[in-house]
Nanobody, 123 residues
Framework: VQLQASGGGLVQAGGSLRLSCAAS????????MGWFRQAPGQEREFVAT????????YYADSVKGRFTISRDNRKNTLYLQMNSLKPEDTAVYYC?????????????????WGQGTLVTVSS
């Protein structure tokens, strides 16, 4: 499995960015694919996840209403639309695949990871 994240960059507070994660190497039906982030000096934290087959979505409280996770099954691509960005959203964002189907908010249960893309939000 290969996960390739892209789309990070520098944006002003209140702005928007869309992250993409191109996935390859297997079928993803029945699994969850999510986004995590890690700010400097902090632990990696859950952002959002989506059921690849059914499209059910789950979000961290800190991003609910501002971020939207989606996927394009035909392109095998995961997205994270980030609106109303805040300086505290600054982090390296990682896409990840959970083939276990449980503990979908827990980074340790994701068994494949992309390389990360840096998002910097200036105040």
């Amino acid at each position: 499995v290969q996960l390739q994240a892209s789309g990070g960059g520098l944006v002003q507070a209140g702005g928007s960015l869309r992250l993409s994660c191109a996935a390859s190497g297997r079928t993803f039906s029945g699994y969850y694919m999510g986004w995590f982030r890690q700010a400097p000096g902090q632990e990696r934290e859950f952002v959002a996840t989506i059921s690849w087959s059914f499209g059910d979505t789950y979000y961290a409280d800190s991003v609910k209403g501002r971020f939207t996770i989606s996927r394009d099954n035909r392109k095998n691509t995961l997205y994270l639309q980030m609106n109303s960005l805040k300086p505290e959203d600054t982090a390296v964002y990682y896409c990840a695949l959970n083939t276990r189907g449980y503990n979908i908010h827990v980074s340790g249960e994701y068994n494949y990871w992309g390389q990360g893309t840096l998002v910097t939000v200036s105040s």
